[in-house]
């Protein structure tokens, strides 16, 4: 499906008007809100053992307290009264959160967002952590210690084992649940409304390609493209607009596609307010085209230019980001795709699926046509955090087949942590990973993609319907407040 990104602009094609998969929409919300209800119930379990140890506090903790998330730890003052309030703020580059064990939990905060919470839990020792999958592994786990309020929530505080708690499956209400209900549903409306119009709900689509400038010079015909490196104002959800960090405005940045044999220019120009480089990571290169300051290259200053050129010699699904301070420029969005194809036309579909071959039972078509080709670039970090595509649900865009349709993928993963990437109803075949066509090529339903990967799928959408995509980290894709992050959705007409 093609997603017009102007919301003041109506769309052409076939997705205007009432949509038949609406209504399996809602349905499919249904299913889903009673996945969550379960998931939430078992990690509320975890999570509710430590409210009876309770013992009173020597020494009154401050009503506010600043607590700081990192990776991967919690820092802070961590002594409080209890009714008073914890100003979190996430001071790191990757999304955390802070549980207070048994109490309240933060929204998943970006790097640089904060939020407060109140410390509605009785005096004594309770353990916080951020419950991001692995973070609290990793160190993200501290000791908070709550003293008798100064008013506030004082009634019921001294009660061992008893503290009023807005998370606890014990003191949930059926009205606690049936509002989790129905936040689910809601939060998939103004995807549905994607869906049935067409219409984006965001401004701003990254990951296009971008058409060379051809210069000849002594003989030689080069592709030339101007990356300028830029922070600008990027929506990552309907009314959620951060600074991102770009190639020429957009996240993902432009696709610079192309054929062995290519002599090809990249004209970086800084406008970042910091140094920068440009590494093609996964194309084949000269040692001082490879973009690492200081050892390949002398650091390209803020205002600077450099240009890396070179002669393409391999087929290649590769991605292009900053080598310098990657650990911030990349997951705050300066990432894009390089897909360069053997000589001779074809592109890469010729290259890496394996037509006329048997895999698992299933004979891989010999005239095989794929109808539609796609990027999938996973983040989960820095300001852009959990998305696709620079984009978090409901922005993410839906795809649209036609049923028999094949479809390619490639997913990137430019984040920090491995996304189990999850088509429903159709195995993927993971023809080619990190752009090298596999000799055994396998179907699997979630493929892993791990960071600095690149896995290519085909998959043939054999039956109607709206078919969920998603990362199977449920915490990618899902929260209390409903759907978010690392989702989208493939509509199959008949
Ligand atoms: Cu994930």
Known sequence: MSVDQTPTQDVSGSTKGESPYSGMLVVLAGGIAMALIVLSIGLIGRSSGGDGDSGKAAGGGATNVAVDLSEFKISGDLNV???????ITNKGSQIHNLVIDGGGKTSDLNGGESESLAVDVAPGTHVVYCSISGHREAGMEAELTVTEGSGGSGEGASTSGSASTSHSTDEMTIDD???????????????VEVVKTGKANTKGIGGKDLEPNIVTEDGVVWKEWTLTAEIVDWEISPGKTVK??????????????????????????????????????GMILPNDMDGVAPLTQDLVPAGGTFTYQYEVTEPAIAMYHPHHHGQMTVVNGMWGAMIFSPKGGGGMSDYTIPRGKTVSGVTIPADLKVAQEHNMVLNDAGVIGLSLN?????????????????????????????????????????????????????????????PGERYTVLFQATKPGIWVWHCHILTHAESEEGMFGMVTALAVAD
Do not use: C
């Open 244 to 281: 991102a960090w770009t190639y020429n405005g957009t996240v993902p940045g432009p696709i610079l596609r192309g054929e062995v044999g290519d002599h090809i220019r990249v004209k970086l120009i800084n406008k970042l307010p910091m140094g920068t480089d440009i590494h093609m990571h």
């Open 390 to 450: 620079g984009k978090s649900f409901p922005a993410t865009e839906p795809y649209s087949l036609k049923t028999g349709d094949w479809m390619l993928v490639n997913y990137y993963n430019e984040g920090l942590q491995y996304h189990p990437m999850h088509l429903h109803q159709f195995p993927q075949l993971v023809i080619a990973r990190d752009g090298i066509p596999l000799d055994y090529p396998y179907f699997a339903d979630t493929i892993s993609v791990g």
């Open 177 to 191: 649940y049936v509002k989790m209900d129905q936040q689910m549903l809601d939060s998939f409306n103004p995807f």
């Open 81 to 87: 009264a209890s009714g008073g309030t914890l100003d």
